[in-house]
């Protein structure tokens, strides 16, 4: 029992999150389906399917007509603009948008590296997806020097002092990623930043698996980029690029004539997918909206009552209302992923990657990578996912494109991990039933 993170759990208000997720209500051979995929990609709320929808039906056009639905289509692009701003805490002109994460990054690597060559390194880590590996890779044919920095084995954290070892005056970028979406691991991005910018290198952050998990801000991070995927944090399938002004203007784009020298336009190329950037800004409402209705910051400090009303006073923007959301959001996952880890490590079969110490939990997101120590054939990474896919149980197996990863702990030939992805608006019921599923089918 853990009274502590139960007392939390009580002050999230679950059935109103929860019933706004059409998705959620699902069943599996029967049985409710347990949504623990969200590393793969999130649900959404009603109102990020009505804002694509009513796009689509009312507003649908291209930009910069003179005429009523291509102006309100320039409206909801502004609008999106300026949710994400306030989601990253950057300006408006900072903020780009693209298909997903990694287009955005192979643009964002294209235009970096024609100003580079023989002589100059790139930093990337043995912990991040590929996104933000292969994008930097991909310089090694214009003569770019391409290191590594590597991990902790132990706990599948980011040995930083390697990783200030291999910085030096070549380095002309530092690619890492904000936290691990195979076994959870946040790094310390702000002081990686540091040590980069003192070395004279940009830091380009992939946030993607970090962004439904914590508070980001570009601004205290200081860093040059960062990159997120607004499908991870509740809202539609599109990437988001923040790049800081000095950048976005000096860096040369590969784009079309025609297309405007302005920033952030010239790093968005074609016509964007207008209808999910319109679900862009209802999932950034959704967030605050979180924020608005709990009573996150009561009188003793602890989490306290989620009611339907409105926060009665200190949130008067959006970006204070997303700061008050995700205090919420950490408590109750933090909560989950405590009773999550304790009940796993009770079952002997099983190893757990990564931070595993209750006293480094600050360290981890409610992201888990698991495999049955000398697994048989039945019990690989996909039998397991499978057999809980049947009970109604969402994990994923494999390396999720965190291959570096798998390959250098040497999983990947046997199956990498079962991954198992908390957000907010799963449940301790949720977590208990899983266990107990989890012990069944090992035990059968
Ligand atoms: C940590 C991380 N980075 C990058 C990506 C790639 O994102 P996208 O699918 O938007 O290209 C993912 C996708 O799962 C991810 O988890």
Redesign the pocket.
């Given at each position: 029992m853990l009274p502590t993170e139960t007392a939390v759990l009580a002050a999230l208000d679950l059935a109103y999150i929860r019933a706004q997720f059409p998705a959620l209500a699902q069943t599996v051979n029967g049985n409710p389906a347990v949504f623990l995929d969200g590393?793969?990609g999130t649900q959404v709320p009603q109102h990020v399917i009505d804002a694509i929808s009513n796009y689509l039906s009312r507003d649908n056009a291209n930009t910069d007509g003179a005429y009523a639905t291509s102006r309100r289509t320039n409206a909801t692009l502004a609008e999106a603009r300026s949710a994400m701003a306030d989601f990253l805490n950057c300006g408006t002109d900072e903020i780009v948008f693209g298909p997903?994460?990694?287009?955005l990054t192979y643009a964002m690597s294209r235009a970096i590296g024609r100003d580079l060559g023989p002589g100059d390194e790139i930093l990337v880590t043995r912990l991040d997806?590929d996104?933000?590996v292969s994008p930097w890779l991909a310089l090694e044919e214009k003569g770019v020097t391409i290191r590594w920095a590597e991990i902790h084995r132990e706990d599948c954290t980011l040995d930083v002092e390697d990783l200030a070892a291999k910085l030096n005056s070549k380095t002309k970028l530092v690619a890492i990623?904000y936290a691990s979406?195979a076994v959870g691991t946040i790094n310390p991005v702000k002081e990686i930043i540091r040590l980069a910018h003192a070395a004279g290198a940009l830091a380009y952050v992939?946030a993607?698996?970090y962004s439904p998990h914590g508070l980001i801000d570009v601004a205290a991070l200081d860093c040059d980029f960062l990159v997120c995927?607004t499908y991870k944090f509740f809202g539609p399938h599109m990437?988001v690029l923040f790049g800081k002004r000095e950048h976005l203007q000096r860096l040369r784009p590969y784009k079309v004539r025609p297309l405007t020298d302005a920033i952030p336009n010239r790093w968005e190329w074609g016509t964007l997918n207008h209808e999910c950037i319109a679900g862009i800004t209802a999932c950034v409402e959704y967030i605050a909206d979180l924020g608005r209705h709990g009573d996150s910051t009561c009188g003793d400090g602890r989490l306290g009552r989620q009611s339907s009303e409105a926060r009665p006073s200190g949130i008067s923007t959006r970006r204070a209302a997303i700061v008050a959301a995700f205090e919420s959001i950490h408590r109750h996952e933090h909560a989950l992923m405590n009773r999550l880890i304790a009940g796993l490590s009770q079952i002997p079969q099983l190893k757990i990657y990564g931070i595993t110490d209750p006293t480094c939990f600050a360290w981890r997101c409610p992201t888990l990578a698991l495999r049955v120590i000398n697994q048989t054939p039945d019990q690989t990474p996909l039998a397991l996912a499978t057999k809980l896919g049947d009970r109604g149980f969402f994990t994923w197996d494999g390396n999720?494109?965190a291959l570096n990863l798998t390959e250098h702990l040497d999983v990947e030939k046997t199956g990498g991990f079962l991954r198992i992805g908390l957000v907010h608006y799963n449940t301790e019921e949720e977590v208990d039933r899983l266990l107990e599923a989890l012990k069944e089918i090992l035990e059968g």
């Open positions: 590393p793969g997903n994460m990694t287009t997806h996104a933000n990623g979406n992939d993607v698996h995927s990437g999720y494109y």
